[in-house]
C-alpha cells in the first residue's frame, strides 16, 4: 500500500540557527555556505558517509542551486570550497569542481518545486538493504508512517551518469527518501534541515526493520491504524516538504 502521499504536507520548521555577528550582517549565500558545512559534519559524525563520500545542496533561488565540492571530506569542508551553479549544472562561482552527481540534485529539482534541499548519503544500514535489493516500504513503526512514509528501491546505475537521474525519476514526485541499489539514500525537503533529519529517519527505520527481522515476528500496521495516524498527522510539527 502506498501512503507517502498522504503525508507529504505539514507545518513549518523553525529557522536556522543565524552566524555569529562579525561585524556585518551575513547574506543569505554566507548562511548557505554556513549550512552546507555543518550538515556535511553531521553527516560525517552520524558515519552516514565516509572518506569523500556523499553530498548535499540547497536550492538559492530558480536560476542556482549552491553544491558541495566534490573530493572533499564532508567532515572537513570549508564554507570558501562551496560552489554555486546554474540548473543546467555549469559553474557560476566556487574556486572547485560541484559533486560529480549534481545532476541527481538537479533532476530532483526539476521535478520538485517544493524542495529547496538534497541531500545524498551511504548510512550503513539503510544502504545495507539497497545492496540487499530491499525497499523500506513496510508500516512497522507509527513515527515513520507520520514523518516520513515509504522509503522504495530506485533500480541501480552508474554513479554521476544520467542513467542515474534516471532510475529516481519514477520515484521523486511522490516520495522524500529514496534507497539507490547498491549505492546508498538520497533525501530532499523544504530545506536542508528537513532534508538531513529525513536521512537520519531513513537510517533509523531501516535499524528497526532489520531488528523486527531479526527477531522474525515483523508485524506491519493494518490499514485502520494506518488510517488513524494519517488522521492525527495534522498535530505533528515538522512534516513540511
Known sequence: MSYIKK??????????VKLPFTGRSPSPDDQVRHDLVEFGRMLHTQGFVAATDGNL????????????????????????????????????SGCCSPTSEILMHLTIYSMRP????????HPCTATAFASAGL?????????????LGEVP??????????ELSDSLRPFIPDHNAILMANHGVVTYGHDLRRAYLRMEAVEHFAKIVLAARQLGCARSLDDDQLEKLFEARSRYAGNTH
Do not use: Q, W
Open 114 to 121: 517544493d524542495v529547496g534541499a538534497v541531500v545524498h548519503a
Open 57 to 92: 545542496s540547497v536550492r538559492l533561488d530558480r536560476d542556482r542551486v549552491m553544491v558541495t565540492p566534490t573530493g572533499v571530506s564532508k567532515g572537513m569542508m570549508r564554507p570558501e570550497e562551496m560552489v554555486v551553479v546554474d540548473m543546467d549544472g555549469n559553474r557560476i
Open 135 to 147: 525497499a523500506l516500504d513496510e508500516p512497522l513503526c507509527s513515527e515513520v508512517v507520520v514523518t
Open 7 to 16: 503525508i507529504l504536507e505539514g507545518a513549518t520548521l523553525l529557522p536556522f
Open 153 to 162: 528501491l530506485a533500480p541501480y546505475a552508474t554513479t554521476g551518469t544520467v
